[in-house]
């Protein structure tokens, strides 16, 4: 047994259920996690020293196999959906058994780690794995506790992680071999079946997601952030691919976190010690934060190195397009530590709109701001293929459909009460299309993005006029600094005026018919900033 305090690791795992194993390795340093990974041949060095390791089946999320138990806890209070998958807590029991029996005779990895940079809602949380690769994804991921801490540190949450032991659905009530299961009365997270590490993080963000608001009365956000000289506090929200990292990653003000956070009645705090980012594309030009990070200590996974060396060519998906890195937060030189900030300022809702219809920037009142956040939109390019050239749209509720336990509505209404008491701007950014929709028009620059972000920080677009968009009613500025007067009307950018409205019309149908299944649960004033046809 390798351990780093007088704790006793061994007893721990005994009262999960675990015993008889053949190694428990504790609280290991990241060197170490990386010497046995290679060791075990279940990884290598890329030319930066950063570990590469490949999740197997899974390179992505499965959240059709994300289950939540049913009990008196969640059976009144979970919304209940594709995304909350009820299950018994006698399945939950069952499966637990068979993956705590599973580590018997094996190697195990135990972290100790923590959630909430705010020690007003610190979740302690244990950290069981499999493979030592998997314990070095907490490490980067979670916030550290102080060697001094370890003696006495209380598990507040447990999660185990198995990638080796596969559910049999016909006994264990799972859809197939993998699954991610939590139980809020045992306060546990079990997950079989799948190396992707990223369950082990989402499965704490869904859990905080329900224990903040519901029992802190913290309103929970998968959002970056950050903080200007003055102190200013910006929060972006987005879908993957709308650049909420990357426009988060400003060397001129302090990164708080790019994904996860909390807001309370004094500011706003990270839930994570690092960043999980997306590498695919990945250059020193357009992201040099992430890229820099890329170092030792940092796990990269599903990338391909170019041939015959170990350096990575990030643009190669053969394996998957989410190809990942993660590491810890000290690793970007601005992170603001600890990773606290003031209420928000600006909050930025980033979407990439390949219609081209919405505005590259607009103004949102509080209803329509609710409105947007519950509808969190974006369009894709719907795929690679040959003659594919129609953009699909993405709705993903809060800007994080899959993990919110709770009704939208009610991370909505927060949201709302917050916006009003703080009187916070709120700004909707199109990191999509302009002058037409993908395979007509033209991506919009990163370079005008940017300056239309800064504008609205430093306050420069306040006292702009503005005009309201005909069809979604957002308030577009006639002048933004550093940005053509020309493309902030996107129905100006249009050559054909009638294919716009007709492309309009047919975004705020999309809107109207994925707003039904939230209409009943929503305010008149929410109801009210539907798009008008």
């Known amino acids: 047994m390798q351990m780093s305090s007088v704790r006793n690791p061994v007893a721990d795992l005994r009262e999960l259920g675990i015993e008889n194993v053949s190694n428990v390795y504790y609280q290991l340093a990241p060197e170490k996690l990386v010497e046995q990974t290679i060791a075990r041949k279940q990884g290598v060095l890329s030319d930066t020293g950063a570990l590469a390791v490949n999740t197997g089946q899974f390179t992505g999320r499965s959240p059709k196999d994300k289950f939540i138990v049913k009990d ?72 550290r506790p102080n060697e001094d801490e370890l003696d006495y540190i209380h598990t507040d949450w447990t999660v185990i992680q198995a990638p080796g032991f596969l559910a049999d659905p016909a006994v264990d009530g799972t859809r197939q071999a993998n699954f991610s299961m939590v139980s809020f009365s045992r306060k546990m997270i079990i997950i079989g079946g799948s190396a992707y590490t990223g369950e082990i993080k989402k499965g704490i963000f869904t859990i905080l997601n329900y224990v903040l608001p519901h029992d802190k009365k913290v309103l929970s956000m998968h959002c970056s952030a950050n903080q200007g000289a003055e102190g200013d506090t910006a929060v972006f929200f987005g879908l993957s691919g709308t650049g909420k990292t990357t426009l988060s990653a400003d060397p ?57 060396t170990n350096k990575v060519n990030y643009t190669d998906c053969t394996i998957t397009e ?8 000290s690793y970007i030189d601005n992170a603001l530590e600890p990773s606290v900030g003031g209420i928000p300022k600006n909050i930025f809702f980033l979407t990439c709109d390949a219609y081209g219809v919405l505005p590259p920037v607009s103004r949102l009142t509080p209803g329509q701001a609710m409105y947007q956040f519950i509808s969190g939109y974006t369009a894709k390019v719907a795929g690679t293929e040959a003659g594919v050239t129609e953009p699909k749209s993405t709705f993903s509720a809060c800007f994080g459909a899959p993990f919110i336990p709770l009704h939208p509505a009610q991370y909505a209404q927060m949201l709302g009460e917050k916006m009003r008491e703080h009187k916070v701007n709120v700004w909707l950014i199109n990191t999509g299309w302009t002058g037409g929709a993908y395979g007509t028009g033209s991506r919009i620059k990163l370079a005008y993005t940017r300056a239309m972000i800064s504008a ?56 109207i018919r994925n707003f039904e299944k939230y209409a009943a649960a929503a305010e008149a004033e929410i109801l009210a900033a539907a798009p008008k046809i």
Not at 322 to 329: A, G, I
Not at 461 to 484: E, K, M, R, W, Y
């Open 72 to 143: 008196t806890i969640t059976a009144d209070t979970v919304n209940w959906n594709d995304f909350n998958i009820p299950v018994s807590p006698e399945v939950f029991d069952r499966l637990y058994t068979k993956i705590t029996a599973y580590f018997t005779g094996k190697d195990v990895w135990v972290r100790d780690c923590y959630a909430c940079a705010d020690e007003d809602y610190r979740v302690n949380i244990k950290v069981v794995t499999e493979l030592p690769w998997s314990n070095l994804f907490a490490y980067n991921m979670f916030l």
């Open 456 to 511: 609205a920080l430093k306050g420069e677009l306040d006292n702009a006029t503005f005009h309201q968009h005909p069809v979604f009613g957002f308030a577009i500025p006639s002048a933004c600094p550093g940005v053509p007067d020309n493309i902030l009307d996107p129905r100006n950018t249009w050559e054909d005026k009638a294919a716009y409205d007709e492309k309009a019309k047919d975004l705020a149908n999309q809107f």
């Open 322 to 329: 989410n190809t990942r890195v993660s590491y810890p937060l």
């Open 252 to 308: 001129s003000r302090k990164l708080i976190g790019d994904d996860e956070h909390g807001w309370t009645a004094t500011g706003v705090f990270n839930f994570e010690g690092g960043c999980y980012a997306k590498c695919i594309d990945l250059s020193e030009e357009k992201e040099p934060q992430i890229f820099r990070a890329v170092r030792p200590g940092a796990l990269l996974e599903n990338i391909q190195f170019f041939p015959g």
